[in-house]
């Protein structure tokens, strides 16, 4: 999701909720602690020089459960991030703290905001010999080599 399809979203709701890719919620009293841009520079395993740009949602939860973040107020945070920050329309990406930091990627359900997972990938698979797609091939159309017939001795 780019960020201004969350701002759009966002004017729609009265309420605002994450769910995990578990099912489960993120307590409604979260914080969005953090709104940046992260730029990634790298060489991939083929050498290449990559740059990736995201939108950085952090999400965070305290004791204070009377805290509720209402989608007005994020929208006023992402709306001074943009302007202070130089942020662009970007993809967005949320951290979100379980049993460690975990990154993940943002949809939306018609009512919740879902935490997607995101997956490694090798982005130079032509320069690994990591072929793009397993050839897919008939049984019908395979000839038999090396085979052994019936009474032939070859067994």
Known sequence: ???SEIKTLLGTLDTLAFQLPNGTLVPRHFHVTEVG???KNFIDCGGT????EVVNFQLWQADDY???LHPEK????????????????????VEYQGDTIG???????????L?????????????????AEKPKRKLSEL?????????SGCC
């Open 1 to 3: 999701m780019r960020l």
């Open 74 to 93: 994020l929208v006023h945070i992402i709306d001074l991030s943009e302007k202070v920050l130089g942020i662009e329309d970007l993809e967005i990406e």
């Open 49 to 52: 020089v990559r740059k990736e």
């Open 37 to 39: 841009k992260v730029t």
């Open 66 to 68: 009377d805290h509720r």
């Open 115 to 131: 935490l997607t997972t995101k997956q490694t990938d090798c982005l130079a698979k032509d320069q690994c010999g990591i072929p």
């Open 143 to 151: 000839q038999a080599t090396n085979s052994c017939a019936p009474g």
């Open 103 to 113: 990154k993940f990627g943002l949809d939306f359900d018609g009512t919740h905001f």
